[in-house]
């Protein structure tokens, strides 16, 4: 399970708004000491084939007369529905696998227990609850969607060993290195969206892109309540999929292609929208008002922090840090500190 896990991890830039899964077929059923794998797979792009239906792809000509004595290790629920593609619990039945162990259910409304029960009526034997908490963990975006209805949130910064994020009068600085901001390309390819307030696109005039890290760009998020951000900058070049937020009751531009203006009057409103926009996660990018707007409202899930060496002795203080430290390393001179909420 724990390989399963590991093959998972491949989907992670690619799969959303898919979770993450991985599948390994193995000829262990009453004989683990000694088992073999047969195949293994994961789900590699959201709209094509699952974890289960790669992993028995995998599966040579001649094992597969040992699908019904072999067990299917798949990290979450195999699905019960017809989506872009066939129901994989389907396919399970159809090969007469032996016995199937998962993680988790699918928290999504259109499986959830539907394919453990497809799988029982069959014959099947099932397991569940297998390395959970890691299950968990590795689709906390996928779980965090579907049982709390917004998008996982997480918050990233940069500061001085003296816990400055800026330089007086809102001046941008340069804090953390040149590593860490090649790390912070490939977080931004792993997530649906990434958010900025008009500070921060204002003084920065950013791209919000992946161009130091060869993946896909998020959906970028602008929080510009007065509709006061000139036309300009780059977030406005349609390059990719803009969404600006705004106080209801103001005019905003036409839509232009990639770009839309919605009315939100909370975080909660905006949280509540980018739900019902399928967007999973949310990598917020945003100057010390818009971070602490998020910590004030608890509507966070990871806080990711570079710590600099330098000090600025004054500037503009970064948000406190709150939550449970998880991880720590050095990147470069910086150092990461992660937190959990």
Known sequence: MRRALELAQHGRATASPNPMVGCIIVHDLGNAPTGRILGEGWHQQYGGPHAEVNAVRAVSLADEALLPEATAYVTLEPCSHYGKTPPCADLLIAKQLGRVICCNDDPNPLVSGRGFAKLRAAGIEVITGLLADEGRALNARFFTFFEQKRPYIILKWAETADGFMGGVGATPVAISGPLAGRLVHRWRSEEDAILVGTTTALNDNPRLNVRHWPSKSPIRIVLDRSLALPPYLHLFDGSQPTRVYH???????????????????????????????????????????????????????????????????????????????????????????????
């Open 247 to 341: 106080t209801p009751g103001l005019t905003p531009p036409t839509d232009q292609p990639a770009i839309s203006y919605v009315p939100a009057d909370s975080l909660a409103d905006i949280m509540a929208d980018l739900h019902q926009q399928r967007i999973q996660s949310v990598l917020v990018e945003g100057g010390a008002q818009t971070l602490t707007s998020f910590l004030d409202a608890d509507l966070w899930d990871e806080i990711r922090l570079f710590r600099s060496p330098a000090s600025l002795q004054a500037g503009i203080r970064a948000p406190q840090v709150r939550g449970q430290l998880i991880e720590q390393q050095q990147v470069d001179g910086d150092t990461l500190l992660v937190y959990r909420r």
